[in-house]
T-cell receptor, first 114, second 113 residues
Framework: QKEVEQDPGPLSVPEGAIVSLNCTYS??????FMWYRQYSRKGPELLMY????GNKEDGRFTAQVDKSSKYISLFIRDSQPSDSATYLC??????????????FGSGTRLQVQP | EAGVAQSPRYKIIEKRQSVAFWCNPI?????LYWYQQILGQGPKLLIQ????????DSQLPKDRFSAERLKGVDSTLKIQPAKLEDSAVYLC???????????FGSGTRLTVV
């Protein structure tokens, strides 16, 4: 079983739709949760991060973490064609090995149709 | 602030050949990472440096991959000899702390034929 599971999509929505992206994880040591956006032939860029259960909002983006269910979500309101990209969830924590680097999901490819 | 610079952008080599990638992190960032991203997958950590010391190389295939970070700044990642399954994008990232604030470069796309 992978430590982080993410539906690969692709997900196609019309412009203006609300998009929901999700990840589940199995390692209870994960404490920090991030969402990255990756455009084609570019490196991932950090969108949002959080380290507690609950919601965090930034403009059209809302990140949600439910540690009890080991489930995180990213919501995009009023989606735009420029939001078309691959969205990667990522998480980190202090592992038994002392490792803290990020563990990524496989990414969900989103296409917003004009 | 200048971003993370990587070169080359693309590389095509034959299997069993060797290849090297270069990364220049953001100035002042002590932590540098190399990730491998295979098509359709998320990035997977290969090695993490703190200044010029290795923090984590547990997922680096040491029989063929090597990396160094001289003087705690630039870093090179080498593959020798390359296999077909090494075809991937190799991403370099740097951060001022170890949890948040990763900045990735655009990556080097390697194709092994």
């Amino acid at each position: 079983q992978k430590e982080v599971e993410q539906d690969p999509g692709p997900l196609s929505v019309p412009e203006g739709a609300i998009v929901s992206l999700n990840c589940t994880y199995s390692n209870s040591a994960f404490q920090y949760f991030m969402w990255y956006r990756q455009y084609s032939r570019k490196g991932p860029e950090l969108l949002m991060y959080t380290y507690s259960s609950g919601n965090k909002e930034d403009g059209r983006f809302t990140a949600q973490v439910d540690k009890s269910s080991k489930y995180i979500s990213l919501f995009i309101r009023d989606s735009q064609p420029s939001d078309s990209a691959t969205y990667l969830c990522a998480m980190s924590g202090l592992m038994d090995t002392g490792r803290r680097a990020l563990t990524f999901g496989s990414g969900t490819r989103l296409q917003v149709q004009p | 602030e200048a971003g993370v610079a990587q070169s080359p952008r693309y590389k095509i080599i034959e299997k069993r050949q060797s290849v090297a990638f270069w990364c220049n992190p953001i100035s002042g960032h002590a932590t540098l990472y190399w990730y491998q991203q295979i098509l359709g997958q998320g990035p997977k950590l290969l090695i993490q440096f703190q200044n010029n010391g290795v923090v984590d190389d547990s997922q680096l295939p040491k029989d063929r991959f090597s990396a160094e970070r001289l003087k705690g700044v630039d870093s090179t990642l080498k593959i020798q000899p390359a296999k077909l399954e090494d075809s991937a994008v190799y991403l370099c990232a740097s951060s001022a702390d170890s949890v948040f604030g990763y900045t990735f470069g655009s990556g080097t796309r390697l194709t092994v034929v």
